[in-house]
């Protein structure tokens, strides 16, 4: 980081602006640590600085170090101001996590020296986090980087003092590390740690890898300012903000980032480094010891995730104008799914039902007011559900009531100044509700509940809320003086060359005295908030969809991985996404099948639906000017997304376990192979839907065999869903799969149950009142178990657990709890029995050997169980 020009402190409404920022941080000596204070579950400290360098801007002469041990997994670190005045995520957006034991009773232990202050985190032997200079490597040298495509990047000045952030060569001067000091000034923290070479650590998103799943540890940078990157880059920030990292060794652990601020955090060979735009360092560490426990630790952090309604399950699909231009068109979609026997859940609206794309109107040109009501109400009549978008800027217009019922309570964002701030999105000039007003809620859940009044819409699609904003300012709105807010010391890696540029200026006005710039990262999220408060009204289980995303998003809304591309390495691209979103406690994730920008080839659509059929979200989403990739469109593609939707549906008991697992303890529907298998060490080309079922889709173009990891620990077998045959490995743990067009390999794992509706119906209302299956595998020694949740799949009423143990040719159904189960199960299918079955027995009920399959050992029994009630089957 080189020198750069000294600026004179000066005074803009308060305001301080361009403070003396030199860059050079390599003669900090830090802070001394001083009057500790350590009891049996915290410490107390103070920090004051040892001589004020000001690099980035005005350094805090006094912190204050407060030390938790919060439960025997979660030790809290947290070091502020002692005046108390940089900005804290509030209580009611983000609440902190709480708790207290014992350090004694604590896997993590704090560790630290006086002077100059660093401290390390260890469990048991081993350093996890370590702040300590001497032990973290450091890189004058700036690395070159490279556009998306490959090309240099372009030069970027800093405006203010002619300081290159990236040279004329392409090199830049923020990845060098020449020292690795605490810094704590108003608009600039930074923290490093060191870690092991190589490294595995996975997080830090949202953000589409180069490397994958797994971050690289020679250089990633990691970017949190939440942006419509217009599309989906690679390797920069995305649509949203998550400071939490899973660090993969021998054990696992996590750490997470309790701070809206922009930041980048920077990954070099042996080093991680916080350089975060204000606040504090409130830091939490989870000890694991397995990755599933760190992300199951973690959801203390963010909160559990939100039960589904039953039919966010479904399958979705929309399209930004062509056919869904139209009430009409959109119907005729609708009926083309039908007559092509497809099922369709969910119908989807974009701008198309607006008027002027303003929200909550209705286009009279093709979405008049009567008639779009009657069609949702023909929806429901077939048992479908309708969702339309909502984007968050609120169009300027005089004699829209949204807008003028809004600025008569000066709901909206507002300058410097005290003015409405005024941007450019879909219906031209537009302005911003402002989430820390006392009335914005209020007005918010007004006009969604006027519009629902309207159109009897089943959920909200909630977009562009990073916020994104198209022109700052809007023509014909004055340029606004600038303050250090807006230009801060240290540039993050934003994407745009400005944290103003496509968003609100950081330096806007928010009703609570905050500013635009400390809770960016959270705009977003605080508007699921706000219209969750409002569908609660409506139902239980409100269903959001949103793209801005920040922790705790998943306590509310479901989340889609933002405007991919029609290209089999956007389709690939799709599995670190969904992943990514299981760590952060957000499952309900998914992309736009098929791509949003661009024209699916038959052959990308029909692997690609099949391969989102096994995502939680599950939507085909396109843009304007695209060509159409509804499924009937293709003879083949119909065949393949019926058969995986109708296996989805079947799914259904399963995937509504797996969410309600994810409600109670945190636990990821979806999760990598290394997980629960510790030896693989491949990252993204598979995954496991729970721990039952493994997913190994055909990623290539022209690929008709896929080769894929069988991991077989502890006697693991792995049978292939639908045909019931072994996979057998090779040496390496891997097999070759035959995969033609039209087919995904998925295998269920050895010792699993796998509860069922046996018939899929066109809509899961309609399939939920089905009878029940099972699908049980036995493992070597003839066991299998799982425990099933069953409730209504709307409301947060009574559930009933099902727990299923397999073992000596028995099958013990143990049934507790006060939902009342309106369905049988009427069918078991047993896989990997030794002899075919001469004696069925089940009590005094019908229990009966209806198929055998000898070359895969598979029986088929009918049953008639209440699984209100426990039972027993038997067979000899």
């Given at each position: 980081?080189?020198?750069g020009?000294?600026h004179?402190q000066?005074?803009?409404n308060?305001?301080?602006?361009m403070?003396?920022?030199s ?9 001394n640590?001083t009057n ?9 400290g103070e920090?004051r600085?040892t001589a ?5 801007g005005?350094?805090?002469?006094e ?16 070091i502020y101001?002692?005046a108390e005045?940089q900005?804290?995520?509030?209580q009611?957006v ?8 014992e350090?004694?009773?604590c ?10 202050f ?6 048991g032997s081993e ?5 300590r200079p001497s032990?973290?490597p ?10 998306t ?8 000045t800093?405006p203010?003092?002619d300081?290159p952030f ?5 090199n830049?001067?923020?990845?060098r590390?020449?020292?690795?000091p605490?810094i ?11 870690l ?19 971050r ?8 949190m ?8 880059p ?13 660090d993969v060794r021998e054990?696992?652990?996590?750490v997470a980032?309790?701070?809206?601020h922009?930041?980048?955090v920077?990954m070099?060979s042996?080093v ?10 409130d830091l ?6 397995t990755?599933?426990a760190?992300v199951?630790?973690?959801s ?9 309604p039953?039919?966010a399950?479904?399958y979705?699909m ?11 068109g959109v119907?005729?979609?609708v ?11 969910v119908?989807w609206?974009d701008l198309?039902?607006m ?5 909550w ?5 093709g ?9 949702v109400?023909w929806?429901h ?6 969702v339309?978008?909502v984007?968050?800027?609120v ?8 807008y003028e019922?809004?600025?008569?309570d000066d ?5 410097a100044?005290g003015?409405e701030?005024?941007?450019r999105v879909w219906?031209?000039a537009?302005v ?7 009335k ?7 006009q ?11 959920g909200l ?7 994104a904003?198209f022109?700052?300012p809007a ?24 944290l103003?540029?496509m968003?609100?200026?950081?330096s806007?006005k928010?009703a609570?005295?905050s500013?635009h710039?400390?809770?960016?990262n959270?705009?977003g999220?605080r ?6 408060k409002?569908?609660?009204?409506l139902?239980d289980?409100p269903?959001?969809?949103s793209r ?11 989340h889609?991985?933002?405007?991919n591309?029609s290209?089999?390495?956007s389709m690939r691209d ?6 990514q979103f299981?760590?952060y406690?957000v ?6 099948a098929?791509g949003f920008a ?7 659509a029909?692997?690609?639906l099949?391969?989102?059929a096994?995502?939680p979200?599950y939507?085909n989403?396109?843009?304007d000017?695209a060509?159409d990739q509804f499924p ?8 393949a997304t019926?058969?995986?939707?109708k296996?989805?549906y079947?799914?259904l ?21 290394f997980?629960?298998?510790?030896s693989v060490?491949?990252y993204?080309a598979q995954f496991?839907?729970?721990s ?6 055909v990623?290539?173009e022209?690929?008709t065999?896929v ?12 049978r292939h869903?639908?045909t ?7 040496n ?10 039209g ?5 269920v ?17 309609e399939?939920r009142?089905?009878s029940?299956g099972?699908?049980?595998?036995l ?16 409301t ?5 657990t099902?727990?299923?143990r ?5 099958i013990?159904?143990?049934s507790?709890g006060?939902?009342?189960?309106p369905t049988l199960?009427t ?8 002899n ?7 009590g005094d ?10 070359k ?8 008639a169980i ?11």
């Amino acid at each position: 980081m080189s020198r750069g020009i000294p600026h004179p402190q000066t005074s803009f409404n308060g305001l301080l602006v361009m403070p003396y920022r030199s860059r050079d941080i390599t003669g900090y000596a830090g802070y001394n640590l001083t009057n500790v204070k350590c009891g049996k579950t915290s410490l107390t400290g103070e920090l004051r600085l040892t001589a004020a360098q000001h690099a980035f801007g005005q350094d805090i002469d006094e912190l204050v170090l407060l030390v938790e041990a919060q439960d025997a997994k979660r030790l809290h670190v947290h070091i502020y101001d002692k005046a108390e005045k940089q900005y804290q995520i509030p209580q009611d957006v983000l609440a902190q996590p709480t708790g207290s034991v014992e350090f004694s009773s604590c896997d993590l232990t704090f560790n630290y020296e006086h002077s100059p202050f660093t401290f390390w985190i260890t469990r048991g032997s081993e350093v996890l986090f370590d702040t300590r200079p001497s032990n973290i490597p450091i890189y004058k040298d700036a690395v070159k980087v490279t556009t998306t495509g490959g090309t240099p990047a372009e030069p970027f000045t800093d405006p203010d003092d002619d300081i290159p952030f990236i040279d004329a060569d392409g090199n830049d001067t923020r990845t060098r590390m020449p020292a690795h000091p605490l810094i704590f000034s108003d608009q600039y923290i930074q923290l490093s740690t060191a870690l092991p070479s190589p490294a595995n650590i996975f997080g830090l998103g949202e953000v589409i890898s180069s490397s994958g799943f797994r971050r690289d540890d020679e250089l990633t940078i990691a970017t949190m300012w939440n942006r419509d990157s217009g599309g989906s880059p690679t390797n920069q920030t995305l649509y949203g903000s998550h400071p939490f990292y899973l660090d993969v060794r021998e054990q696992s652990h996590g750490v997470a980032l309790r701070n809206s601020h922009g930041m980048d955090v920077i990954m070099r060979s042996g080093v991680l480094e916080y350089r975060i735009l204000g606040g504090t360092l409130d830091l939490y560490f989870f000890a694991g010891p397995t990755p599933l426990a760190v992300v199951e630790q973690y959801s203390a952090f963010t909160g559990k995730p939100t039960q589904m309604p039953y039919w966010a399950f479904g399958y979705h699909m929309l399209r930004w104008e062509g056919a869904f231009k139209t009430i009409d068109g959109v119907k005729e979609v609708v009926e083309n799914m039908r007559k092509a026997d497809i099922p369709y859940e969910v119908i989807w609206s974009d701008l198309d039902h607006m008027d002027g794309r303003k929200n909550w109107t209705c286009n009279p040109d093709g979405f008049e007011p009567l008639k779009f009501r009657e069609f949702v109400e023909w929806l429901h009549d077939h048992h479908q559900r309708f969702v339309p978008l909502v984007d968050v800027a609120v169009g300027k217009v005089e004699g829209y009531a949204p807008y003028e019922d809004g600025a008569q309570d000066d709901v909206f964002v507002h300058t410097a100044d005290g003015s409405e701030f005024v941007g450019r999105v879909w219906p031209g000039a537009t302005v911003f509700p402002d989430w820390t007003h006392s009335k914005t809620i209020e007005w918010w859940t007004k006009q969604n509940a006027k519009f629902h009044a309207k159109v009897p819409f089943d959920g909200l699609w909630l977009d562009m809320n990073e916020p994104a904003n198209f022109s700052n300012p809007a023509p014909g709105v004055p340029v606004l003086v600038e303050d250090n807010l807006d230009s801060p010391p240290y540039a993050v890696h934003d994407g745009w060359k400005g944290l103003k540029r496509m968003s609100i200026n950081p330096s806007a006005k928010n009703a609570d005295g905050s500013r635009h710039y400390h809770m960016h990262n959270t705009y977003g999220y605080r508007e699921n908030l706000a219209t969750r408060k409002g569908l609660l009204e409506l139902s239980d289980r409100p269903f959001i969809l949103s793209r801005s995303s920040f922790p705790g998003l998943g306590q509310v809304s479901a989340h889609w991985l933002g405007d991919n591309y029609s290209t089999w390495q956007s389709m690939r691209d799709s599995i670190q996404g969904v992943l990514q979103f299981q760590l952060y406690q957000v499952p309900m994730t998914g992309p736009d099948a098929c791509g949003f920008a661009g024209t699916a080839t038959e052959e990308l659509a029909n692997r690609w639906l099949q391969l989102a059929a096994f995502y939680p979200f599950y939507r085909n989403h396109n843009a304007d000017g695209a060509g159409d990739q509804f499924p009937y469109l293709w003879p083949g593609v119909a065949d393949a997304t019926r058969k995986v939707i109708k296996a989805r549906y079947s799914l259904l008991p399963y995937w509504e376990t797996l969410f309600k697992e994810a409600h109670l303890h945190g636990t990821p529907p979806l999760r990598p192979l290394f997980f629960d298998f510790p030896s693989v060490k491949q990252y993204d080309a598979q995954f496991l839907v729970g721990s039952s079922l493994l997913v190994t889709p055909v990623l290539h173009e022209g690929a008709t065999k896929v080769r894929g990891h069988f991991p077989s620990d502890n006697g693991t077998q792995w049978r292939h869903w639908w045909t019931h045959e072994l996979v057998v490995p090779g040496n390496d743990g891997t097999a070759e799969l035959d995969a033609p067009l039209g087919e995904i390999p998925v295998h269920v794992r050895s010792g699993s149950v796998v509860l069922i509706y046996n018939e899929p119906k066109y809509t899961l209302k309609e399939t939920r009142e089905g009878s029940y299956g099972l699908v049980i595998h036995l493992n070597a020694e003839g066991e299998a178990q799982s425990v099933y949740h069953v409730d209504d799949g709307l409301t947060n009423g009574p559930c009933t657990t099902v727990e299923v143990r397999a073992s000596g040719g028995k099958i013990a159904l143990l049934s507790s709890g006060d939902y009342n189960v309106p369905t049988l199960l009427t069918s078991v299918k047993i896989l990997n029995v030794e002899n075919r079955p001469v004696a069925v027995r089940c009590g005094d009920l019908c229990c009966n050997l209806s198929q055998w399959e000898g070359k895969t050992g598979t029986a088929w029994l009918e049953t008639a169980i209440d699984l209100n009630k426990s039972a027993l089957i038997a067979w000899a």
